[in-house]
C-alpha cells in the first residue's frame, strides 16, 4: 500500500509554469487522500524558504550551485558543470528517501536522470511525467544540452521504472524515442472544478472573449490571427470584448498589433494576472495554439464552463474530443476562426451546447481528483512489480 511519495521538480514555486502548476496540484490531491508528499526542488531564490508546508504536504528545497551561470564568461566547464549538478543532486535525493515509498519526477532533464541514479540506488521505484510531444520532446531537449545530454537521454530510457505521458502524441514520441510501451501510461494533467462556477454560468451568447496565456515567442501561440479575427467580429457585433491576459516578450509586439485594430478600445492588455477573475468575465475561451503540450489554460477554462475555440492540434483535438467538447479550427485560419467566434456571439443554443460539452469532458475526463487516484493506482502496481 503506498503511503509517501517524493516529487522531485527541477523547478517548483516560485517560479511558475504548466508543469510546477500541475505538480502543486497534484500533491495537495494525493496529500487529501493521506498521502505523505514531499515535494523535493532546487532553491533559485534566496527569498525562498528552504522549508515550506503546504496542503498537507511539504517543500525541501536545497542549494544547487551552478558554475556556468556563476561564472558566464568562463568557458568550458560544461562537463565539470554536469558532474557538480550530479553531485549535489543526488547528495540531496538520498537525503529524503528515508520511508519513501516511491520517487515521482516531473519532467525529463538533467536533474531529474540524476535524482533517478539516487533512488535506484536504494531500490525505490521511479516514474517520470512528461508532457511535450514532436522534434521537442523532454528526450530530445535533455539529448541536445550538449556533452552528456545523451548519456543521460538513453540512461532514462533503459533504467527508469515508468512513463507517464499526458497525452497521445506524447506517449507516441516517446515510444519513437525507443521507450518501451509497456513502460509507459496515458495520464493527463488534472484541474480543479470550481462548483459554484458551474452552477452559475449564465446561458447567453459570447460577448467576453479570452485568451489566457503568455505572450512569448517559446510557446508558439498564434495571438495575431485571433485579434484580427476579433476586430472583424467586434465591426458586426458592437457588444463583444476580448482580453489577452498574459505577459512575455511579445507584449509589446502584441500591444502594437491592437493599437491598429479599428476596434482596438475593446481588446484588454492587463499583462500577468490572476486569472479566476478572468475566466468569471469570459464567456467564451479562445487558444490559438501553434504547438502545445497538454495545456492548463483549456482544461481550466472548461473546469469553469466555458465553450472553447483551439487550433486543430493533437493535444487541444485530444482534450476537445475531437470537436465534440470544442469547436477546432485550422492553423492560421482566420476566416474560420471569425466564423466561430461569430457563431459563438450571435447564437444562444450553440454556445451553451459548447458550454456543456466541455463542463461534461472535462470532469469525466480531466478532474484533479480522478488524475490522483489514476496516480496511486499506478503507484500501487510499481510497488508490487517491486515486490514492495
Known amino acids: 500500500m503506498i503511503q509517501s511519495v517524493l516529487m522531485f521538480c527541477p523547478q517548483f514555486r516560485p517560479i511558475v509554469g504548466g508543469a510546477e502548476r500541475q505538480a502543486e496540484k497534484l500533491s495537495k490531491a494525493l496529500a487529501q487522500r493521506g498521502l505523505r508528499v514531499i515535494v523535493l526542488t532546487p532553491r533559485f531564490s534566496t527569498d525562498s524558504p528552504i522549508y515550506e508546508e503546504d496542503s498537507g504536504f511539504v517543500i525541501h528545497r536545497f542549494p544547487l550551485f551552478n558554475l556556468c551561470k556563476r561564472f558566464p ?60 510531444a514532436g522534434e521537442r520532446n523532454d528526450l530530445g531537449e535533455l539529448a541536445a544540452i550538449g556533452v552528456g545530454g545523451n548519456f543521460l537521454s538513453r540512461s532514462m530510457i533503459q533504467d527508469l521504472d515508468h512513463w507517464v505521458a499526458t497525452t497521445l502524441a506524447v506517449a507516441d514520441s516517446l515510444q519513437n524515442g525507443h521507450v518501451p510501451q509497456e513502460r509507459i501510461t496515458l495520464i493527463p494533467n488534472g484541474v480543479d472544478i470550481p462548483v459554484t462556477d458551474n452552477q452559475s454560468r449564465k446561458s447567453d451568447a459570447a460577448r467576453h472573449f479570452l485568451y489566457l496565456g503568455r505572450l512569448s515567442t517559446n510557446i508558439q501561440r498564434d495571438v495575431p490571427t485571433l485579434i484580427r ?78 465553450p472553447c475555440i483551439a487550433n486543430d492540434i493533437p493535444p487541444n483535438r485530444e482534450v476537445l474530443d475531437g470537436g465534440n467538447a470544442g469547436i477546432l479550427v485550422p492553423i492560421g485560419d482566420e476566416q474560420r476562426l471569425f466564423e466561430e467566434m461569430r457563431d459563438m456571439a450571435m447564437d444562444i443554443g450553440h454556445a451553451t451546447k459548447m458550454s456543456e460539452a466541455a463542463l461534461f469532458r472535462v470532469q469525466s475526463h480531466y478532474s484533479i481528483d480522478i488524475v490522483a487516484d489514476r496516480y496511486i493506482k499506478l503507484y500501487e502496481q510499481l510497488l508490487r512489480e517491486r515486490g514492495g
Open 73 to 132: 564568461g568562463l568557458r568550458g566547464l560544461g562537463p565539470l558543470n554536469l558532474l557538480f549538478i550530479r553531485m549535489q543532486t543526488m547528495r540531496a535525493v538520498l537525503k529524503h528517501l528515508q520511508d519513501v515509498d516511491i520517487v515521482h519526477m516531473h519532467i525529463a532533464s538533467s536533474m531529474t536522470a540524476f535524482a533517478m541514479r539516487a533512488a535506484k540506488k536504494k531500490g525505490i521505484p521511479v516514474l517520470c511525467k512528461v508532457a511535450m
Open 229 to 306: 479575427a476579433f476586430d472583424r467580429l467586434a465591426d458586426q457585433t458592437p457588444e463583444v470584448e476580448l482580453a489577452l491576459v498574459g505577459d512575455g516578450d511579445l507584449y509589446q509586439e502584441t500591444a502594437d498589433l491592437v493599437s491598429q485594430c479599428r476596434n482596438r478600445e475593446r481588446i484588454q492588455m492587463p499583462g500577468l494576472q490572476d486569472p479566476e477573475p478572468w475566466l468569471r468575465w469570459a464567456d467564451c475561451f479562445v487558444l490559438p495554439s501553434r504547438r502545445e503540450g497538454l495545456s492548463n489554460a483549456l482544461l481550466e477554462a472548461m473546469a469553469h464552463g466555458l
